[in-house]
C-alpha cells in the first residue's frame, strides 16, 4: 500500500477537490483499492461529503441500479485525529486491503502535519496563478525538504485558464531553476465540473477528460500512478 496526501498550507487551494476527484477517477478507471483518512478535525468536510453521498446512494438505490453502465466508485473514508493517522496507516497497511491511502488533513501548520508527512511515500503540493498560493508552496516545500529530503513531493498546477497557460509554464521553469521544484508535467485547467462534480461514488467522465487529455485528469493519474510505482 502507498500513502499520498495532497497538501498546500493555504485554504483554498483545492486540497479536499483534488483528493476526492483523483481518488474516485483512480478507483473508477484503474481499479484501485482506496482508503481515505479525513483528519481535518475543524470540519470534516471530506467524510461529511462521503456520508452524504452513501445516505443518498442508499436513498436512490433503484436508480443508482438502474445506470449499471456508468462506472461507480467505491472508497472508504475515515476520520481520525492528526495525531492517529500514524498508528492508522501501519494498521491499513497490514490488512493488505488498499492499493492507495490519501489524508486529507486541511489548514494545518508543518508541525502538525510533520508526523504524518514521515510516513508518506508521495505528496503532491497544488497551486493556482495566485501569487500567495505559490508562494506558500514554495516555503512549504523548501521547509520539508529541509526537514526530510529523502520525501517524493511534486506540485500540480490547478485552476489555471487556458489563456495564461504559457505564463504558469514560465513560472514553473521559474521555481525549478531558482528553488529545485519538480512538477508535474500535467496541468488541470479551470473547469466548473471540477468543484461541482466532486464524488466518491460518481467519478469525473473519462471520454470529457479525455478531450483535453494532458490538461486533466487522465494525465494527472496516469502521472500519480508513476510516482507511487
Not at 12 to 17: I, P, Q, R
Request: proline share 3%; aromatic share 10%.
Amino acid at each position: 500500500m502507498k500513502t499520498a496526501m495532497i497538501f498546500n498550507n493555504k485554504g483554498g487551494v483545492g486540497k479536499t477537490t483534488n483528493t476526492i476527484l483523483l481518488s474516485s477517477f483512480l478507483n473508477a478507471y484503474y481499479e484501485k483499492k482506496i482508503a481515505l483518512i479525513d483528519c481535518d478535525n475543524h470540519q470534516w468536510s471530506t467524510y461529511s461529503i462521503y456520508v452524504k453521498e452513501q445516505e443518498k446512494n442508499a436513498i436512490n438505490n433503484q436508480q443508482e441500479l438502474s445506470q449499471k453502465e456508468k462506472p461507480k466508485s467505491d472508497i472508504k473514508v475515515f476520520k481520525a485525529f492528526s495525531k492517529d493517522v500514524p498508528t492508522l496507516i501501519e494498521k491499513f497497511k497490514a490488512s493488505g486491503k488498499f492499493d492507495i491511502l490519501f489524508i486529507d488533513i486541511g489548514q494545518r501548520a508543518l508541525d502538525e502535519v510533520g508526523p504524518i508527512i514521515k510516513h508518506l511515500d508521495h505528496m503532491v503540493v497544488p497551486y493556482s496563478r495566485d501569487e500567495e498560493e505559490i508562494r506558500k508552496a514554495v516555503e512549504l516545500i523548501k521547509t520539508i525538504k529541509k526537514r526530510y529530503p529523502e520525501k517524493n513531493i511534486k506540485t500540480v498546477t490547478f485552476r489555471v485558464e487556458k489563456q495564461i497557460l504559457h505564463k504558469m509554464e514560465d513560472i514553473r521553469e521559474h521555481l525549478k531553476e531558482k528553488h529545485d521544484i519538480e512538477h508535474y508535467q500535467s496541468v488541470i485547467l479551470k473547469r466548473v465540473r471540477y468543484p461541482e462534480q466532486r464524488s466518491f461514488i460518481t467519478p469525473l467522465d473519462y471520454k470529457t477528460e479525455e478531450k483535453e487529455h494532458d490538461r486533466g485528469y487522465i494525465s494527472f493519474a496516469n502521472e500519480f500512478l508513476k510516482q507511487l510505482a
